[in-house]
């Protein structure tokens, strides 16, 4: 008897807008439900996680790779951010992926481009005042993915908690007819959440990073066993970091999960939320506190 060997779809790698809305277009007229996975590449199982929840739930999934330069400021690691292309193109189609749109600086930004998406209010707290253009950058570059390859379903990480929030305001203020699915965070087995960044990490940053995710657990329990004074439970958390003189904190705190302004008092739809400096390596991280959760997150705005 002769072995059968099953025979499992190549991936599609397309870099013209125009292959993707042909492979795009096929599908759909096949009533393929489209996924989309936004990525800037060096993935790792956060993004994997990614990718299998929208083969899950969608009948053709897209990878988008894409290191985008208008979401980073002069001086951060837009030149020195990996990007081993041939391992993600592997990973994607491991994870599933039927196609894999990586579209050039020059593609996506030709010359003459001049219109930006921002959101309002929630571009101003926490990440946007650290990073000033960074969310302009991320809406303006995902909008145009979701219009090149106009998936009905986009899936992102709850690890960049105000960026899936602005994303989810974008869509519903601009009519954009996708849906948002945010996924959990993925951690290392010793909590520190996964993340691109990571690798910039020595050693002795590793070990030192563990910090982050520790006062959100700690912040968690605080909150879970009753605490109601919430500027006690953030000077816990800054506390936990400032143990470490080598962890620069940039803010730690607990919001609002849909405003994200600062809490004082505990109520139902709160999220803590750190960034800090290990090093020369900004991490963020971030923990939702129950009774919020990726199901009301997910169901949309209260
Ligand atoms: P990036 O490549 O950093 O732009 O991330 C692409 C997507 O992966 C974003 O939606 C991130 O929120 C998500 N992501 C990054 N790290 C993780 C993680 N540890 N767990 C889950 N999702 C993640």
Redesign the pocket.
Known sequence: MGLKIARVPQPRVASTIDDVRAEVSRARSARKRIGV???????????L??LRAARATCDFTVATIFVNPTQFAPGEDFEKYPRPLERDLELCEAAGAQLIYTPSKEMMYPPGHQTIVEVQELSLPWEGACRPIHFRGVTTVVLKLFNIVQPDVA??????YQ??LLIRRMCRDLDVPVRIET?????EPDGL????RNAYLSPAERARSLRLSQALFLAAERVGSGETDLAAVRAAMQAHLEEDPEIAIEYATIVDAWTLQELEQPQNAMVAVIAARVGATRLIDNLLLPPFDLARLNAGAP
Request: proline share 7%; net charge neutral.
């Open positions: 996975v936004p990525t800037m590449g060096a993935l790792h199982e956060g993004h996680s990614l899936f992102f990480g709850q690890k960049d960026q899936q996924c959990p965070t993925i951690r959440a996964m993340s691109s």
